[in-house]
C-alpha cells in the first residue's frame, strides 16, 4: 500500500461543527488544504493511506478519544514523524504535560486566538 503526501494538508478532527468551520477558514485562508473529520475512526481510516502536513486533534471525541487516534497515528509507517497537535479544551493544571508525555507534538488551547493560530501551527510543518 503506498501513502499518499500531500504536505500542504493539515488533518482537523472535531465535532463541533463551528470549531471545525472556523478552523478551516483561517487554515484556507493560510493557504492550507483542509481534511475534516468529525471522528476519530474516520480520520484513522484516511490517515491510513494519506500523510498530511500536520494533524489537528481534538481529545474529548465521540467514539475514539483524541489520546486513542495519536497511538493509532504513532502505529502508522509515517506516523512516528507526523506532528499532532492537541487543539482542545483541557487547560487545567497539568493537562499540557499529560498530553506532551502521552506524545502529542504540541498543545493549543481552546478558544484558540485566531490571530496567533498559524504562527502557533507553522513552525510544526515541514518546509
Known amino acids: ?12 478532527i472535531e465535532d463541533i461543527g463551528s470549531i471545525t468551520k472556523l478552523l ?3 487554515l484556507r485562508k493560510a493557504g492550507y488544504e483542509v481534511e475534516t473529520f468529525e471522528t476519530g475512526e474516520a480520520a484513522c481510516e484516511w490517515l491510513k493511506e494519506n500523510e498530511p502536513a500536520l494533524v489537528l486533534c481534538d481529545i474529548m471525541l465521540p ?15 509515517h506516523g512516528s514523524e ?21 506524545g502529542f507534538t504540541d498543545h493549543i488551547p481552546k478558544p484558540i486566538n485566531p490571530g496567533t493560530f498559524i504562527s502557533q501551527i507553522q513552525q510544526y510543518i515541514p518546509a
Open 82 to 102: 507526523l506532528n499532532v497537535l492537541a487543539v482542545t479544551a483541557l487547560a487545567n493544571p497539568g493537562d499540557r504535560e499529560r498530553l506532551l508525555k502521552h
Open 24 to 26: 478551516s477558514i483561517i
Open 1 to 12: 500500500m503506498s501513502v499518499n503526501k500531500r504536505s500542504s494538508t493539515i488533518v482537523v
Open 63 to 77: 467514539g475514539m478519544h483524541g489520546e486513542e487516534v495519536l497511538s493509532f497515528i504513532r502505529t502508522l509507517p
